[in-house]
């Protein structure tokens, strides 16, 4: 039997619908929203209405790629949470109005989750594209994205174990507060990308965390940027325009490091060689460096999913709901979303 999914994903700021069917994604639409850059951050409030506004469209977008009609669908899957609840409550009432109107399964997501099997997502073979490399079980993941930087042992596709997280800001928020700093714009992880490559990574050191466990801080180094940059701006007022690229340069490599020393701690600690990667900063290109050359280093085999299923997106939503479907695991329609998990 055929199994075809409507992925919805509106934890945050992107309204994101896709189409999978049997585990290969038919269509993936993404309606992004410039509305929040020039606050330096998402505004929930308008994140909501945005959503409010998008969904309708990027649902038919995505049904018409995929050459799907609403009768076609089998279930429709999307993001519970984590997630800004007046974003995540527009995918989850549309889902929901789905549902009933089609009388189809309803299948609630976990994002983290999601972010997880976008590494299983698949395009369809008459595009071309080469199948991508897919982690075998157990396989341990580095999740970093805007809200959240886990470790996590992945035993299935359906089970999964934190085993370290960040106890303050996550990774992206890191490079997003200081981007701030240095006058760059929300989100600054992908500029800070660009600009390191012409810096220099060793010019400046910046604090890193002490935690012995798998658990990261962030938060610690964004001070010590800042009274770094303080104290510089006291001497010297042009001390950013002036260093800007070893500013992100040395930025990036103290965040790249502080994330896989404790990667390799975890790969050490559960004999784990099956790494993947998850999440908006696994984008980094500092960071893919990284990790490969530990690969080649340490004998792990890394797996990156392709850019835009790393970002805030419905496939990876769909295909975390194409496995539920598998397994009959279905939510009512009391279903509420959550903010935190
Ligand atoms: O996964 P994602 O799209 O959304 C969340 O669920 O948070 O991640 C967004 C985060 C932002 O913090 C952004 O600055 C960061 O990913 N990001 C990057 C890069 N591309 C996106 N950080 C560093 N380098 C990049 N190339
Ligand atoms: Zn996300």
């Known amino acids: 039997m055929s199994v075809t999914i409507l992925g919805i994903e509106s934890s945050c700021d992107d309204t994101s619908a896709a189409i999978i069917r049997d585990g290969i994604l038919l269509s993936n639409r993404i309606a992004n929203q410039e509305v929040h850059r020039s606050f330096g951050g998402v505004v929930p409030e308008l994140a909501s209405r945005a959503h409010q506004q998008n969904i309708i469209p990027v ?102 174990e934190i085993i370290g997280q960040t106890i303050d800001d996550a990774a992206g928020e890191a490079f997003d507060k200081c981007g701030k700093v240095i006058g760059l714009d929300y989100p600054a992880g992908p500029a800070i990308d660009r600009l390191a490559k012409e810096g220099d990574p060793l010019k400046f050191t910046f604090s890193r965390p002490r935690i012995s466990d798998l658990n990261y801080s962030f938060s610690g180094l964004k001070t010590s940027f800042l009274y770094f940059l303080r104290d510089h701006l006291k001497d010297d007022p042009d001390f950013i325009s002036k260093n800007l690229n070893s500013l992100c340069a040395s930025l990036q490599y ?65 295909i975390t709901g194409y496995y539920k479907f598998l397994r009959g695991e279905f939510s009512g329609q009391d279903v509420a979303p959550v903010a935190r998990i």
């Open 254 to 318: 103290t965040i790249v490091e502080i994330l896989l020393n404790k990667l390799k701690q975890a790969s050490k600690q559960t004999g784990i060689k099956e790494i993947g990667l998850a999440g908006g900063v696994s984008a980094n290109s500092g960071l893919k460096a990284a990790l490969r050359a530990e690969a080649v280093k340490r004998g792990w085999n890394v797996y990156v999913p392709e850019l835009s299923f790393t970002m805030d997106n419905a496939a990876m939503i769909g």
């Open 59 to 160: 649902v038919d977008l995505a049904m018409k790629d995929a050459g799907v009609k609403p009768e076609d669908i089998d279930a429709v899957a999307f993001t519970r949470g984590p997630g800004l609840m007046g974003s995540l409550l527009v995918g989850a009432s549309f889902a929901k109005g789905f549902s009933v109107a089609r009388n189809i399964p309803l299948i609630a997501v976990n994002h983290l989750q999601g972010h997880v099997l976008a590494l299983f997502v698949e395009r369809r073979p008459e595009t071309g594209d080469r199948r991508p490399e897919q982690p075998s079980f157990p396989f341990l993941c580095l999740l970093v994205s805007g809200g959240h930087t886990q470790i996590l042992v992945v035993r299935d596709y359906l089970d999964m």
